[in-house]
């Protein structure tokens, strides 16, 4: 009993015992946090789901049905998943003002936290492409643009025109123009294909290919002065030879004319 007494006595058991409590109430706070940490991710989502099922059914429920299942008047939502909401509806398209060929965009109704429960509601209905995160749609790499240029060419440029101004389509439909878009927005409509566009998933276009097309829309139809001076509204190289031919020809033949008409001898002819 002597020789436990003072072993219980010795200078370094308080130390000994203060790193084992340590050490066990670490080991219980990582064993519990994450599922407390899960527990609070799952319930600020469901209620981000409730709220936006209240929206949907205020705003959306007329044509897309109750529970997004679709509807004489409005497509199924099952799958679109958030980046379809938060595309239609952040840009104003959605709700729809009226049935037409293409629904236009125009001023949008809802806050940015209600857009993101209503995505969260129609999310849950099943998966679909998901809202990107900024760093998805924001180029830091100077080269991008060239690239993106190449691949807005290939892809893009038949519909939006080659410096994204847009263009006319069949049956009263269009290519919007794509200055002033928010490039969030335009990775979204790649992800989502909305109304006659395209849909372009990371299978076919990766992520970085989507970054490096917004980096040169952005870079395209900035408001920058154009060195090349006025681009007659970047209609085409067939719009701009037809109008310099047109004027420029034109005016040529004209001051010709007036030269020839006061020259000495036609004035005494």
């Given at each position: 009993m002597k020789k436990l007494s003072a072993r219980r006595?010795?200078?370094?058991?308080?130390?000994?015992?203060l790193l084992f409590a340590l050490a066990a109430t670490g080991g219980l706070y990582a064993a519990f946090l994450p599922a407390e940490k899960a527990q609070a991710d799952s319930s600020v989502q469901s209620l981000a789901i409730d709220e936006g099922k209240k929206l949907f059914a205020v705003g959306c429920s007329s044509c897309h049905g109750l529970n997004g299942q679709g509807s004489s008047d409005g497509p199924s939502l099952v799958g679109v998943g958030s980046a379809a909401v938060d595309f239609q509806v952040a840009t104003g398209r959605m709700p729809a003002q009226q049935p037409g060929a293409q629904v236009p965009k125009k001023k949008n109704i809802y806050s940015q936290a209600e857009i993101d429960q209503m995505a969260a509601f129609v999310a849950s209905l099943g998966p679909g492409p998901v809202a990107p995160a900024k760093e998805q749609y924001t180029s830091t790499n100077p080269d991008d643009v060239a690239k993106g240029g190449e691949l807005f060419r290939t892809n893009c440029s038949q519909c939006h025109n080659f410096a994204g101004q847009g263009g006319a389509l069949s049956q009263g439909k269009y290519a919007p123009a794509?200055?002033?878009?928010?490039?969030?927005?335009?990775?979204?409509?790649?992800?989502?294909?909305?109304?006659?566009?395209?849909?372009?998933?990371?299978?076919?276009?990766?992520?970085?290919?989507?970054?490096?097309?917004?980096?040169?829309?952005?870079?395209?139809?900035?408001?920058?002065?154009?060195?090349?001076?006025?681009?007659?509204?970047?209609?085409?190289?067939?719009?701009e030879g037809l109008f310099g031919w047109i004027f420029g020809l034109g005016s040529l033949i004209a001051i010709a004319i007036w030269v020839a008409a006061h020259t000495t001898k036609a004035k005494k002819s």
């Open positions: 006595r010795h200078p370094l058991a308080a130390l000994v015992v794509l200055d002033g878009v928010d490039p969030k927005h335009i990775y979204e409509a790649m992800q989502t294909g909305p109304q006659n566009m395209p849909s372009f998933p990371d299978g076919i276009m990766p992520e970085e290919q989507k970054r490096q097309i917004v980096a040169f829309v952005r870079h395209t139809t900035n408001d920058e002065p154009n060195p090349g001076g006025l681009s007659l509204g970047s209609l085409g190289p067939v719009t």
